[in-house]
């Protein structure tokens, strides 16, 4: 057995990849918001706050989080501006956020693989779940993937007492709507 291959294999389970490309059009998109507005002109892009809206809307991270979370992200990318929570949750709760319209589409024949993952939501009770052996407070978040391109076909989000199998036929379901289901 190659461990080394293994480990790696393991290791990228833990892999998020974030797409950053409101940042490079950081002072475009906002040259264009403030041309022509009347008052204090606007220092974040709405580029930027869909990019949090989808943190929020697929972790379920609030506000507060949020904006620790992009203070780490400004150590990795200095020129980040850090919003603060009340700022995020004002400017994501005026967007219209349908995660619907950024996923995959093809009229190409795709194989699929379905997985879940679970998220922790909170360390509320924390000491309940060391003495009593209760694992509470997660969700599920539930992918249909296209093997070849590594993008999301379709996802269901739900809490840790709905199993996979419950959730399989719909999701294979809404991934055929998406595109043509060679194999799953």
């Not at 990318?77 to 005026?94: A, G």
Request: glycine share 4%; with cysteine; proline share 3%.
């Amino acid at each position: 057995m190659d461990w080394n291959e293994y480990n790696e294999k393991h290791v990228r389970r833990g892999e998020l990849l974030l797409d950053l490309e409101s940042l490079k059009s950081w002072e475009k998109d906002l040259a264009e918001m403030n041309n022509g507005k009347n008052g204090r002109p606007y220092r974040y892009p709405d580029t930027f706050f869909r990019f949090l809206g989808v943190l929020y809307v697929l972790f379920h991270l609030p506000f507060r989080q949020i904006e620790d979370f992009i203070r780490a992200l400004g150590r990795l990318v200095p020129e980040l501006k850090v919003p603060d929570h009340s700022t995020i949750h004002r400017r994501v709760s005026k967007l219209n956020l349908d995660l619907s319209e950024a996923l995959f589409r093809s009229n190409q024949p795709v194989v699929i693989a379905i997985d879940a993952s679970g998220i922790k939501v909170t360390n509320r009770e924390e000491w309940i779940r060391k003495k009593w052996k209760k694992r509470k407070g997660y969700l599920k978040i539930q992918f249909d993937v296209n093997t070849e391109t590594k993008e999301v076909i379709a996802f269901e989000i739900t809490t840790e007492g709905v199993g996979d199998s419950k959730k399989f036929k719909e999701l294979v379901d809404r991934s055929s709507e998406m595109s043509d289901i060679e194999r799953c």
